[in-house]
C-alpha cells in the first residue's frame, strides 16, 4: 500500500512538473515572450555599444595623453584635420 501511494505521489509531482515546463515554453514561444526575448537582446547589444564607446574614448584620451596630441576641434576642422592628407588633395 505504501508502495502505491508513493508512486502515485511521484507521478503526481511529475505531471504538475510537466505540466508547468509546458505552459512556461507555451508563454515563452508566444508573442509576448518572443517580444520580452528581442527587447532583452536589444537592450543587451545597446549595453555593449555604450560600454565599447566609453573604453574607446577613455583609451583614445589615455593614447593622446601619451603622445602629447591635443584632441580635435569640434565642428568640421576636426573632420579635415582627421581625414589624411593624400584624401583631402582628391577633394
Same mark, same amino acid.
Do not use: C, Y
Given at each position: 500500500?505504501?508502495?502505491?501511494?508513493?508512486?502515485?505521489?511521484?507521478?503526481?509531482?511529475?505531471?504538475?512538473?510537466?505540466?508547468?515546463?509546458?505552459?512556461?515554453?507555451?508563454?515563452?514561444?508566444?508573442?509576448? =515572450?518572443?517580444?520580452?526575448?528581442?527587447?532583452?537582446?536589444?537592450?543587451?547589444?545597446?549595453?555593449?555599444?555604450?560600454?565599447?564607446?566609453?573604453?574607446?574614448?577613455?583609451?583614445?584620451?589615455?593614447?593622446?595623453?601619451?603622445? =602629447?596630441?591635443?584632441?580635435?576641434?569640434?565642428?568640421?576642422?576636426?573632420?579635415?584635420?582627421?581625414?589624411?592628407?593624400?584624401?583631402?588633395?582628391?577633394?
Amino acid at each position: 500500500m505504501i508502495r502505491r501511494a508513493f508512486w502515485l505521489a511521484a507521478g503526481i509531482t511529475i505531471g504538475v512538473v510537466a505540466v508547468r515546463k509546458v505552459s512556461q515554453a507555451k508563454s515563452n514561444l508566444g508573442p509576448e =515572450g518572443l517580444n520580452r526575448a528581442v527587447g532583452q537582446i536589444s537592450d543587451s547589444i545597446s549595453d555593449f555599444a555604450d560600454a565599447l564607446r566609453s573604453a574607446m574614448a577613455e583609451r583614445e584620451g589615455d593614447l593622446r595623453a601619451a603622445l =602629447g596630441v591635443e584632441a580635435p576641434t569640434t565642428g568640421a576642422e576636426a573632420v579635415v584635420e582627421a581625414v589624411p592628407a593624400t584624401r583631402r588633395a582628391r577633394r
